[in-house]
């Protein structure tokens, strides 16, 4: 069975530079992964001031959705189901992680894994009914320091190994921040995950040049993602279990520059 996914940090629906809203270019452009599932960082599930400052009532046309950008953002596509899972709160609003799938949710729930009051941070952990098997999904966005981010590692290893132990299908996606690669082993022995790009590579020229120039370097590493108009470091991840990956690619060019300081990765998979 082919699962296609998508990972992408949507920057809470404003551009990185000017901050100006995406929020309708972003709906236009996750239509073009033609994934199954998109697992989303920096969503917002309210925004009163954004709402008030680009909303249809002041600008005559309308800027800014009145839904929350999870549900604004499957809307009439072909994710039919959504989850969202609420980490900063905020006075005029709240964000969080959040999932769009087309197949069903049969369970959701959002792990608090918060390293310090001034840093909220979740893991949100949905549970698929796919035709071949249930799929346990888990959309992560780890902190800004590495110490934290390593106790949300350990954090992230709990939860997998109680909610699927016995070997179930696995996809842990989202923005780790480590752009150091001090996370993936740790994952890989821990959980028995891949990251897409552990066999298939990069297809970053510069990450080509690396390898021919060192041709002993054998471990793996992940795509470059940030920033999304010259992606240099890499801070996103697709770690899978129970798949073959056939494909992965991190979407480069114009349009992605445009809508949030990520570039999202897509990745063709199939269930085992």
Not at 96 to 101: I, M, P, T
């Amino acid at each position: 069975m082919k699962i296609r996914v998508a990972t992408y940090n949507i920057h809470k629906g404003v551009s990185a530079i000017r901050s100006e809203p995406r929020v309708l270019a972003l709906k236009q452009a996750i239509g073009l992964f033609d994934a199954d599932v998109v697992f989303l960082q920096e969503v917002q599930g309210r925004h009163d001031l954004n709402a008030a400052q680009y909303g249809a009532e002041h600008h005559g046309h309308k800027h800014w959705p009145q839904a929350a950008q999870h549900e604004f953002l499957a809307g009439e596509s072909r994710h039919a189901h959504t989850a969202y899972g609420m980490n900063a709160v905020y006075d005029h609003g709240h964000h969080g992680n959040a999932l769009l799938s087309a197949f069903p949710i049969a369970q959701t729930q959002n792990h608090d894994v918060s390293d310090h009051a001034y840093e909220q941070r979740g893991i949100l952990h949905c549970v698929l009914d796919t035709p071949k098997a249930q799929v346990h999904c888990y959309v992560v966005h780890l902190g800004l320091f590495a110490g934290g981010r390593g106790r949300q590692t350990t954090a992230l290893i709990e939860a997998v190994m109680a909610s699927a132990p016995n070997n179930e299908p696995v996809i842990i996606a989202g923005d780790f921040n480590d752009w150091r690669n001090t996370l993936g082993d740790q994952l890989r022995r821990a959980l028995g995950v891949v990251e897409v790009f552990d066999q298939i590579g990069s297809s970053n020229a510069f990450d080509e040049l690396v390898r021919a120039l060192t041709p002993g370097k054998g471990a793996p590493t992940p795509a470059r993602t940030f920033p999304a108009a010259l992606p240099f470091f890499r801070l996103d991840r697709i770690y899978v279990r129970g798949f073959q990956v056939d494909h992965a690619e991190v979407m480069h060019g114009t349009l992605w520059a445009k809508l949030s300081d990520h570039a999202p990765i897509v990745s063709s998979l199939t269930l085992l």
